[in-house]
């Protein structure tokens, strides 16, 4: 199984990218295609080391910027690093991509070359978040920033895989992030998939607040992209605040920094919990294989983690449960009409 690269993708790109793909090669054994340059793949790979047994170099011209408007890149370079991965995917010769690079054109990308499953009408960009029970799944967090309620639902069915197979989680609890608990709370669009929620035969909870996103209440949180983007930028601006601050108060006097030295393990453990880093990249799911997209100043590591996130879905199978789910909601909205028709 083969894990499809973009060597060139990134704001570090391509040297921690390549660094990233060598220790997943080489201490991971993850089988992988680098695509990029070749000329300057090799060149990162010489500093460290012999081409490691399973890491296939892929030839790429051209490059998509990471401030590049992604249709225009899509449409006029056909030979960038992003699209060449796609079609790895789509031919069959790699199951899933991880990129760091231009996060529109890689969704853009992924979904014009690979395509979206039977049954999946708009793909969902997926986050994972931390809470104090371990981590829970937010999307859609940017795919799409107007939904219709029957899409939240596919989200509500991604997510719900995606918790199971990937985070461990048994029986994932399903929220729908609106403005109060009560049904009858939020938009025309929540309460509408809040009725539609009910009837998937998934682990709906009911509505979960903001407050909610990060206290462990649900497993899974499903909304528009246009709302899970900005939960999703303004918690990574808290963060560092806080994480600034501290280090400010910290830093005050000779008393504070000895007890900055003192708990510096504790620091660092946390610090580990609400790194983007740690857990590697956000899948696009919906998509056929696999899509993985990393933070634009992803490091090293970062790639690493990616590559292991996404070889983890493809073991799963979590393309294919989606799927099989997908079709069962179809085939059940068919037969309920069916019999509307018919009375």
Known sequence: MKIAVDGMGGDHAPRAI????????????????????????EAE?????????GLELVHS???VEMDEAATTAL???????IRVCAELVEEGR???????????AAMVTAVVVMGTLQGVDRPALATVVPTPRGSSVLLDVGANVSSKASHLRQFAVMGHFYAQEILGTTQPRIGLLSVGEEEGKGTELTREVYRVLESTGLNFLGNVEGRDVFNGEADVIVCDGFVGNVVLKSSEALAELLFGLLGEELRRNPRTRLGAVLARPAFRKVERRVDPEE???APLLGVRGGCFIGHGSSTAEGIRNAIR???EFCQARVDIKITEKVEEMHR????LLGGVEGV
């Open 18 to 41: 390549v660094e990233g793909a060598f220790l997943a090669a080489t201490e991971d054994r993850r089988s992988l295609c680098l695509v990029g340059d070749l000329e300057t793949l």
């Open 332 to 335: 059940e909205e068919e037969a």
């Open 45 to 53: 790979l010489a500093r460290l080391g012999d081409l490691p047994e």
């Open 61 to 63: 011209d051209e490059v």
């Open 75 to 81: 449409r006029k370079k056909r030979k960038a690093s």
């Open 309 to 311: 996130r996404a070889t």
């Open 279 to 281: 857990y590697g990249a």
């Open 94 to 104: 790699a199951r899933a991509l991880v990129t760091a690079g231009n996060t529109g």
